[in-house]
């Protein structure tokens, strides 16, 4: 039997270029790295370059004298600590640090792993969006983080979405349960989404990318775009703790990737499908991985229950493998 094996359009399960193989009846769906063309608005980062370039750091005390964050690159990850207490909670804040892009984006979808924390301080970290003026009691934004919440509570711990203005967070009222405790040694998916004034989070406890655990929808219109970025900060009573959150895959588009499916058309006939609203994504073939990929002749793709869809030979033959992606145009 020919075996053909659809890709979801960015999906690395870990660093280093390895993927996840997902089974699906007698075929088989491979997730592999989007491809993307030239003057896409696009970025990734896995780190394993061991530096930050294209990334600002943000270090807001820095101005004041007060350099208390570092960033380091443990095992290809990204590590953004505070090493001291914020110099002066009453009148600065808390301690917190970060690091922010560059591109600026209206609507967006940015994802990013957590891959390691200090369990034991009562600390926040996630995903910065629409950020402007990043600095002391400048930035302005969105921002989608955990809380570790008390640490003496094995089992403590929420998400927010927060409105920025002047580094202060102000939290958008939530559809959906934010409850969440990220269990030691376990790395966690990231994803914040905004069109226009709707926003959403959602965490998925890797390896399983299909199934969030936390998926929370909130609506504001304050800002309408801005940068992507990363921030950790004390999230203590007394605003007296250091931080410490790991990062990985760090991806930045403008829109969801769609999703790849192999659609059963029953009498052994097989599709390859996808959402028929990405019509900014065409869909291209190879023979083996890290082949040339082929664009796929458009007449032959077929728009089917809300579905593009490309139906496959049939019978299927043997001895031939073919994989599939989505490319943004």
């Known amino acids: 039997m020919q075996t053909h094996t659809a890709s979801k359009s ?19 769906a491979a997730a592999v790295l989007l491809a993307q063309r030239a003057g896409a608005q696009f ?14 750091r943000y270090n807001p005390f820095a101005g004041v004298g007060a350099n208390i964050a570092t960033w380091t690159f443990p095992n290809g990850g ?16 808390p301690g917190r640090a970060g690091s922010v892009r560059s591109e600026i984006y209206t609507n967006f979808y940015i994802s990013v792993d957590i891959v390691n924390w200090n369990e034991n301080v009562p600390q926040a970290g996630g995903i910065l969006a629409r950020i ?12 989608f983080t955990w809380d570790r919440g008390n640490p003496t509570n094995a089992t403590d711990g929420d998400v927010d979405i927060s409105s920025i203005t002047g580094e202060a967070p102000d939290g958008v009222t939530l559809t959906g349960s934010d409850r969440l405790h990220l269990n030691p040694g376990t790395s966690y998916r990231f994803v914040f989404i905004g069109k226009g004034p709707n926003l959403e989070g959602r965490v998925y406890q890797l390896p399983n990318t299909n199934t969030p655990v936390v998926q ?14 990363l921030v950790i900060y004390d999230n203590s009573d007394g605003a007296d703790q250091t931080c410490d959150v790991t990062f990985d895959n760090f991806y930045a588009i403008d829109s969801e990737p769609p999703t790849l499916q192999l659609v059963d058309l029953g009498f052994n006939e097989w599709a390859v499908g996808w959402p028929a609203d990405a019509t900014s994504w065409k869909l291209q073939s190879t023979g083996a991985i890290g082949s040339a990929w082929t664009d796929v002749d458009p007449n032959l793709i077929v728009l089917q229950n809300d579905q593009f869809q490309l139906p496959l030979p049939a019978p299927l033959s043997t ?8 490319i943004h145009r």
């Open 10 to 28: 960015f999906e690395p399960m870990q660093r280093g270029g390895l993927f996840r193989l997902i089974g699906l009846g007698v075929m088989t």
């Open 43 to 56: 970025q990734s980062d896995n780190f394993n370059d061991g530096n930050d370039q294209g990334w600002t």
């Open 78 to 93: 990204y590590r953004i600590q505070t090493i001291a207490p914020s110099p002066d909670p009453a009148n600065l804040g």
């Open 132 to 143: 402007r003026n990043a600095g002391l009691g400048t930035t302005t934004g969105y921002a």
């Open 216 to 229: 929370v929808t909130g609506f504001d219109q304050t800002y309408e775009s801005g940068a992507g970025g």
């Open 319 to 326: 001895g031939t493998t073919t994989f599939y992606r989505l």
